[in-house]
């Protein structure tokens, strides 16, 4: 394998983005797999994010073999798995971050424009075949489909792993509630990695600083970027400052393979929301489980990867033309999976069902109660949780939800956390090793009342589309009905369990003392650590009121959840 580090890549405005290039050494021409960001491509993952790679290790051996490991880079493919296989890899430091320098602005026009240039770049080298392909995970994802949506001529097939189509609903905001993410993630790993960052950790392999060369001032740095924590607070409503950070899926039409996580508070949704809104008429969808990292570097994810790559960038025969439209791993309530190839999204066996809140009972129930009832709780407090009986037999939920709510506030505002819960027959709460908390809930929704307008065109029963560009206030007391979007899920679960809801005014935690593990200093209970906790978004009073909930007559109250019949669906492997 050779190595061109620190490759000048010159942008239309003139600024050199810098590339590392690892390429087969045999002379030959070959297919480019690339990835650009800002998490500095020369951090090792093992020293940069260790509790991760150790994870790896610990837990899934195959992810580390056949390769030394020197050139692994957090959420990119690692050349020595791909580079033998006749491509070349290259990796990106994007404009301000790295080792490129420039103005840093995430995921802004002017990086996905850069990011066009150099796949136009790396197709016109003397070793490349004109073919580029996109990989990556995250951040790694997210800009494949904005780049991919500005048509790049040599881009020739995308596979974002578990990223997000839409910057205001999934990467800053959830049902127009702030979530605090960006805020602790932003310093952490892109701030500290800005190009002329000090303290700068060195490259494993060639020693230089993965921030440099050189050290910029903190006011030089702080001129070299947008301020994008507090560009959240400027932009509360979804204007076109996220609108031009957001992929125009309608323009994508290269091959696409969405793999997404069934449990990400960032990610989840835009899987399948890219899925099914690209152009594209050769397109399949994978959704898996665990954590947020761990199956793009398992041998499962890798051979998945390399029969769509080899199919499109090499031509080989790799049987990807007899891989399913959809290929799921269902999960069950003792944490296994079951591997099944699906011919569409939403599945069209689909039994939608409503699940009515019965407000006196406290249950979830086939039918709503022919009287209009009402139950109050605490916005703040521990909220009410609607519980089914025992299930006679197993019940399958795989699909997008929504829930249908006629709601009252003491104030001029309400927010809506919804958490989807299972319980075993001693009570306890099943919990599944989500992407980023290893004590995740089922499935999540959220909304803000005053943000309740909906877009009628783009709206389906199982999932409302909201669009987040008006405030309606509530009248304090008189009722507005609320839809409300959940995020697709998946489990099976058996006989003698419950299937139960949590409505809140704030995030949901799962009982018990814990010890709870933690992350940018947020206690992982159900929701790993996006939490809706920003003071100004949050910190009103309107926020602290009491919640009505009604149901039943003319205003029935209810979930609305896809129950796949058994016996169904194709056996594959993937």
Known sequence: MLVDWDAPIVMGDGVELRADVFLPDDGETHPVIMSLGPYAKGLAFQ?????MWRTLEAEHPDAVAGSSNRYQNWETADPEKWVPDGYVVIRVDSRGAGRSPGYLDILSPRETQDYYDCIEWAAAQ??????????????????????????????????PWEGATDFYRELTHHGGILHVFLPQWYPVQVASMQHGAPDSPRHRVTGVPV????????????????????????????????RERSADLARITVP????????????????????????????WLEVHGLQHWVEFYTDYGVALQKRFFGHFLQGQDTGWDKQPPVFLNVRRADGSFEQRAEEEWPLARTRWTAFHLDLVRGALAPAADPGERSAEFEALGDGLTFWTEPLAEELEL????SASLRVASSTTDADLFLTLRVQDPDGRDVTFVSAMDPHGAIGLGWLRASLRKLDAARSEPYRPWHTFDERQPLTPGEPVDLEIEIWPTSVVVPAGHRLGVSV???DFAFPGAGPWPSAFGVA???????VHTDPEDRGSDVYAGRTTLLSGGKHPSFLLLPVVPAGAGKAGSG
């Open 398 to 401: 795989t699909g997008p939800a």
């Open 504 to 506: 809140l005014g704030r």
């Open 256 to 283: 696409v393979l969405s793999a997404a996580n069934w449990a990400h508070h960032l990610h989840t949704r835009g899987g399948f929301e890219g899925y099914a809104g690209v152009a594209s008429e050769q397109k």
């Open 47 to 51: 020293e940069g994010f260790a509790p």
């Open 524 to 530: 992982m209970r159900g929701n790993g650590t996006f």
């Open 126 to 159: 003397p070793w490349s075949n004109g073919r580029v392909g996109l990989l990556g995970i995250s951040y790694y994802a997210v800009n494949q489909w904005q780049v991919a949506a500005l048509r790049p001529p040599h881009l020739a097939a995308i596979c």
């Open 211 to 242: 921030t440099g060369p050189g050290v910029l001032s903190e006011e030089e740095r702080a001129k070299n970027a947008a301020d994008t924590v507090a560009a959240l607070h400027d932009h509360a409503l979804l204007d076109a400052y996220y």
